[in-house]
């Protein structure tokens, strides 16, 4: 009976044993700790600007948490926002790049040349032709660590900066970085970027609000290699059988054409009118770095429609002013009546910045 | 005692019953797009199912995608909870164990023949595919197929990655059957194995649709099993081929330890 119950015990602990082992080894491997380098915060931003001749192969995740009311023309967005989107991407150069999200049973792919994109569905077996238009709603490539990371940097002043922990990122050294937006009016508390300690290029970008823990966006890297991939790999030549068709730019829909030219005032919230290239005329664009609000009036069709979606959202705010949200670290608001007129009022701003700004549009546009 | 186990478990007529029922869902869907002409969008239903009304050679992978997440896994719960509990309820597990053997010996013997078991079954569904697949739809001798990624695989590429996607849908199913072979070491009654692998595979599936599970979600026996599809990526995506190969390796050793240690040192009266 003893000799049973010692044979029953040695056998189940060497099971215990080999199975604490393999459930501790990611642990471990997770918990190695990433050695920093001693490169100020400026310093490191300038060398993170500078990685966009890094080529590289990877394997990205994007995570977005913010839940747009956006009508289903702009579900797409919506979904890159809200969802997990699951990258490959190649990159040889800032005109010869691909991006592939990936899903269970089907892909969708941006291959980058000097003269545009071509966009693979397989879905719909059909590949897109697209010049670079300036004014582009976010697609996935967009979400990429290495692209978002130098996009958000590139608007970040160097007293914005200051250097965070370093971090195990797709299994290399990753310095960290934080840009925090010195605009008052800002719904983005921080970015933290973490960067390759050797090459410099953004491995993992993480968008906090105030309001919330829960991140409006963490992208990052799960794997990558440095090694420059082929320019087959990057190239695209449609298949025969695909049906073909031309990106529709943005500004040759709805948005760009039916808007009337109104007088909108040169500062809105303390932050000033600034030149965005491709936008129209009606559009204005306030504020710098990520603190950006963008002005645009709504033909009548629309502004009814937002209006709806805006006041039906959890958390929304309607008084004399209008009807305004916040979706993280994004605001929208909605003023005027069928009457006056309408405008839609939508950036990372704070909704009491989303307010003034409101009312001072009013005044200056009669809009109510 | 692998041969033996392996010719008792071939000779078995409800082995081939299930393997035939395993393929009735595949040819009838064949039969269905036959008739109707109406396959899912690229990207929607079972993986592939929307390019087989063009080039039928694709129709094996169609009806592994068919069968992968229920069919497959519960033929192979029933035969791999079958495996001990079976033998212990039909009273032989205690004959069988007077061969001087020895119980390590009769739990591998089982092992394999499941495995075998698993081979046999997912070869019979693409080759039944393949037939059902290049009768019924559209081939050209020289087809060549749209990939994933929207590049053009010669039937050569298709051929070899439709092999590859057969060896790795049989390694997905391993996790399955050694579920199924442990919880039938625990039990003398076969059924009460082959659901408890059910359960298990119907939590996994569940968890796997949940965000608060994420950080589980790698470890789950069903979370790369889909991942036959990055074969027809161009270039392969190998990152889930090679998680899902390790993950299944790490569930059948620990659970084939957990049998070993139960079974060797159990008490059996039937």
Do not use: C
Not at chain 1, 17 to 46: E, F, H, I, N, Q
Not at chain 1, 175 to 184: E, K, M, Q, W
Not at chain 2, 147 to 159: C, D, F, I, K, N
């Amino acid at each position: 009976m003893a000799s049973g119950g010692r044979r029953f015990g040695w056998r189940w602990v060497v099971v215990a044993l080999g199975l604490a082992v393999l459930v501790a080894l990611p642990v471990a491997v997770a918990a190695l700790p990433a050695d920093d380098t001693d490169v100020s915060a400026a310093d490191l931003r300038a060398r993170a600007l500078a990685s966009d001749d890094v080529a590289f192969s990877g394997y990205a995740i994007s995570t977005g948490g913010l839940t747009l009311p956006l009508g289903d023309a702009l579900t797409p967005v919506a979904d890159l926002l809200s969802d997990q989107t699951t990258m490959r991407a190649w990159y040889r150069g800032a005109e010869d790049w691909r991006v592939d999200v990936v899903t269970a049973t089907g892909e969708t792919g941006t291959h980058r040349d000097t003269d545009g994109t071509w966009t693979w569905d397989y879905a719909d077996q059909r590949a897109t032709r697209g010049d670079e238009p300036p004014l582009a709603l976010p697609t996935a490539p967009d979400l990429l660590p290495s692209a978002l990371g130098r996009r958000l940097l590139s608007e970040a002043t160097d007293a914005e900066v200051t250097r965070t922990a370093p971090a195990r990122v797709a299994g290399r050294d990753a310095v960290g970085l934080r840009y925090t937006p010195a605009d008052g009016a800002a719904s983005v508390s921080a970015v933290d970027v973490w960067l390759d300690a050797d090459t410099g290029l953004p491995l993992q970008v993480v968008v906090r609000s105030a309001d919330t823990t829960i991140p409006a966006l963490d992208t990052r890297f799960l794997d990558l290699d440095t090694t420059e991939p082929t320019a087959a790999t990057t190239s695209f030549t449609p298949p025969t059988d695909a049906s073909l068709g031309q990106d529709q730019d943005l500004t040759d829909l709805d948005l760009g054409r039916r808007l009337a030219d109104v007088d909108l005032p040169d500062g809105l919230a303390g932050l000033i009118r600034r030149e965005a290239e491709g936008v129209p005329g009606a559009i204005g664009v306030y504020g710098t770095g990520i603190t950006v609000l963008a002005v645009t009036p709504l033909p009548g069709q629309a502004a009814r429609s937002l209006r709806s979606q805006l006041q039906a959202t959890p958390g929304a705010v309607v008084d004399d002013l209008g009807v305004r949200i916040s979706a993280g670290p994004l605001g929208l608001m909605l003023i005027g009546s069928r009457e006056t007129g309408a405008f839609l009022l939508a950036g990372t701003v704070t909704l009491d910045a989303l307010a003034t700004a409101a009312q001072q549009l009013s005044d200056t546009t009669g809009v109510r | 005692m692998i041969g033996v186990e392996l010719r008792k478990l071939f000779r078995r007529p409800r082995t081939w019953v299930t393997i035939a029922l395993l393929n009735a869902l595949p040819v009838l869907v064949a039969v269905l797009l036959v008739l109707t002409d109406l396959a899912p969008r690229p990207g929607e239903g079972p993986a592939f199912l929307s390019a087989v009304l063009t080039n039928g050679t694709l129709f094996p992978l169609a009806a592994l995608a068919i069968v992968l997440p229920l069919f497959l896994p519960i033929a192979v719960a029933v035969v791999a909870g079958d495996s001990i509990a079976g033998e212990a309820q039909g009273g032989t597990l205690r004959y069988l164990l007077a061969r001087p053997a020895g119980r390590t010996r009769l739990l591998v013997a089982k092992l394999v023949a499941v495995i075998a078991f698993v081979l046999v079954t997912v070869v019979i569904v693409a080759a039944v595919g393949y037939v059902v697949g290049t009768t019924l739809f559209d081939v050209q001798p020289l087809a060549t197929s749209t990939g994933l990624s929207g590049t053009v695989l010669t039937p050569e590429q298709v051929a070899g990655r439709t092999l590859l996607a057969i060896g790795y849908v049989t390694i997905s199913m391993l996790g399955v059957a050694a579920f199924a072979l442990f919880f039938s070491t625990l039990t003398d009654s076969p059924q009460l194995a082959t659901l408890g692998a059910l359960a298990v595979l119907i939590g996994s599936s569940l968890l796997f649709t949940l965000d608060a599970a994420s950080a589980i979600a790698p470890y789950l026996p069903t979370r790369y099993w889909l991942s036959f599809v990055d074969f027809f990526r161009d270039p392969v995506l190998w990152r889930d081929v090679t998680r899902g190969i390790g993950l299944q390796a790490v569930y059948v050793v620990v659970l084939l330890g957990a049998a070993w240690a139960n079974f060797t040192t159990k008490d059996v009266t039937s």
